[in-house]
């Protein structure tokens, strides 16, 4: 908790400039679930397959410019499912192939996400799945998470503060005590701001509708073709071919 | 009054108690024409942001009535009146809640259902009244607090109200943001409704003040008069800087 504002990570990186970068969000959204996809329809054992789609990602990566150690970072939040895919060779059968596969899948897929999410501003990615025909109540759910998540951290650190600069020490099992009631004044927060927001929006002609994400034009260009049609043959290759 | 054009607002004996039973409002009776800047003084809890959650029917009040442009506030004419009423909050966090400033500024023209071109000339043209121009692309986290209150101020411009109603704009404010701020708001031609206890900004920004205590109108009249007032002021808690000397322009 706390450090849920300084994302600055991941939205400096986004607001870079790569060929990965340029691309229409919706093109990258389609190539890289579907890569997904395919990773997550490999059975454990195509490890040809696995290996040629880690090497596509691998290839984004350096594409994108993006720097490994800040990648790396950004994958650990796969670390629980790898150590639950550590344990399936000491409970099931054939559980060495079948751990390494999903430990395999997992990596894969927090590696795509992470390539998406760090070459999209993530305004642009909320409008790409817009575009895709996303159903709208999870998109502005999600655009309000986003949004809100940044002044709550603000808020949360605020608090923080205010609790050290009266004498508070980070002893573990205070923090434990004293956060339940820093959760519960967030919450009751949160709620007041809520009711304010909503204000905010009747104040705007608000009828229970949200207009779409415009104000931006996106267009699909000849090198999100190009992207989505080699991605489309190498994942069909590796499927077809290599198990 | 056939031919006048009737006034901006028209408060008549309003009377607004909250659900807790708080007596908020015990009759206010006000009048603000057209193109007039009226602030609207007093301590905390005298009922001020009460008012203003009135002038676009958030909240309705209890007894009396409220008239915006002639038309009465309420249920049946609410989308006339929150196109004609902008409401700029006192925190800008709780009016940019879409991902981009642009985006943010066009959901209030979306509402009005209009055009996608129409749209966007609105949003550039609130964008740059408020010297945000260029902008728009940004997350609303990335701007500095008074950015946010321009920003915030734009999304309802960009409804392009006939009057406009501020809660406490130069709260938290340092004092370059203060003066730019009010340099926007001394610009604009919309009738102005504005809460505050800054005193010198309503001298600078309102020619004409209300003070309201307890629910009630305590006085009415040229900002120059009342903030000269001294006995008024003490009376109802109100107190100029230490050192502020009044000018009359």
Known sequence: ??????????????????????????????????????????????????????????GLV??????????????????????A?????????????????????????????????????FPRLLRGFELLKAPRLITVIVAFMWRYLHVLGEEVSRMKRAREARGYSANW??????????????????????????????????????????????AIRTRDLAFLST?????????ILLP | MTGASPPAIELTDVHYSYPDGHNALRGVSLWVEAGE???????????KSTLCLQLNGILEPTRGSVS?????????????????????????????????????????????????????????????????????????????????????????????PEILVLDEPSASLDPRARREFGGILAGLSQTIVMVTHDLPYAHEICERSVVIDGGRIAADGPTSDILGDAGLLAAHDLELPHGYVMDHH
């Open chain 2, 68 to 160: 915006v442009c002639g038309i009465a506030v309420g249920k049946k004419h609410l989308k006339e009146i929150r196109k004609r009423v902008g409401v700029v909050f006192q925190d800008p966090d709780d009016m940019l809640f879409m991902p981009t400033v642009a985006q943010d500024i066009a959901f209030g023209p979306s509402n009005l259902g209009l055009s996608e071109k129409d749209i966007h000339a609105r949003v550039e043209g609130a964008l740059s009244a408020v010297g945000l121009a260029g902008m728009g692309a940004r997350s609303p986290h990335h701007l500095s607090y008074g950015q946010k209150k321009k920003a915030a101020t734009a999304a309802v411009l960009s409804m392009e």
């Open chain 2, 37 to 47: 800047r009226v602030a609207v003084l007093g301590p905390n809890g005298a009922g």
């Open chain 1, 173 to 218: 099992l205070w923090q434990a005590t004293s956060t339940g009631p820093l959760i519960a004044t967030l919450f009751i927060r949160s709620l007041e701001r809520g009711e304010r927001v909503y204000l905010a929006m009747a104040s705007r002609g608000y009828e229970g509708s949200m207009p779409t994400m415009a104000a931006e034009r996106m």
């Open chain 1, 1 to 58: 908790m706390g450090s849920g504002h300084h994302g600055g990570g991941v939205e400096a990186v986004a607001a870079g400039d790569s060929p990965m970068h340029r691309l229409d969000p919706r093109a990258k959204i389609v190539g890289l679930i579907g890569l997904v996809i395919v990773a997550v329809s490999l059975p454990p054992g195509a490890w040809t397959a696995f290996a040629s789609i880690l090497a596509i990602l691998v």
């Open chain 1, 62 to 83: 350096i594409i994108a410019r993006l720097r490994p150690p800040y990648v790396l970072r950004r994958m650990t939040i796969e670390i629980p499912f790898l150590i």
């Open chain 1, 231 to 239: 991605f489309a043959i190498a994942l069909a290759s590796i499927r």
């Open chain 1, 85 to 121: 895919a550590a344990m399936l060779p000491f409970t099931v059968e054939d559980g060495l192939a079948l751990g390494a596969a999903v430990g395999l899948k997992v990596t894969i897929g927090v590696l795509a996400m992470v390539i998406l999410s760090s070459t999209t501003p």
